[in-house]
């Protein structure tokens, strides 16, 4: 079936749609979170990934892939956060060259602090505009993205 030129550009539609509503929720529940906190949202994230984690830790690369960003980015955010002595670096005691990234006594107490304002900035800006079924819905679609995407670094492809 050969797509006409008009299907495509409706189909860009709603890509469109999706990557305007996810900048304007990072940047609104960020600003928010930032102003009730001291935090930037990126931090929390990172944190909170950690502190889901076996033993508080994650290997560098693991972490930048569930945060969906660069090893080189996620980097400068371990760096600016072992400023605050939220995380550190130790080496991996199987993998001589792997670094992980391990959560502290402090990152942890700054997280579970953190939480409550977070979860309030996502409900007022996002959660309680939308159903529960679009909830559910929405989370799907995520995880049927990074898994297309994790599937694609998997096997070696580029975009």
Do not use: N
Not at 2 to 14: F, G, H, K, N, V
Not at 51 to 77: D, F, K, N, V, W
Not at 90 to 108: N, Q
Not at 131 to 140: C, D, S
């Amino acid at each position: 079936m050969e797509i006409t030129e008009s299907a495509a550009l409706d189909a860009q539609q709603p890509v469109r749609v999706f990557s305007s509503a996810a900048r304007w929720l990072t940047e609104h529940v960020g600003q928010e979170f930032r102003r009730k906190t001291g935090m930037w949202q990126i931090h929390y994230e990172m944190l909170s990934w950690l502190s889901e984690a076996p033993e508080g830790q994650l290997c560098l690369t693991e972490l930048a892939r569930r945060m969906g960003i660069s090893t080189s980015r996620l980097s400068h955010l371990v760096d600016r956060a072992r400023e605050h002595g939220w995380v550190e670096r130790v080496p991996d005691p199987v993998g001589r060259r792997i670094v992980l990234a391990r959560l502290t006594g402090t990152g942890r107490d700054a997280v579970q602090a953190a939480a409550p304002l977070q979860l309030a900035c996502v409900r007022s800006h996002f959660l309680d505009r939308l159903t529960l079924a679009q909830v559910e819905q929405l989370r799907e679609i995520s995880e049927a993205l990074i898994e297309s995407i994790d599937q694609q670094d998997e096997g070696g492809s580029t975009f």
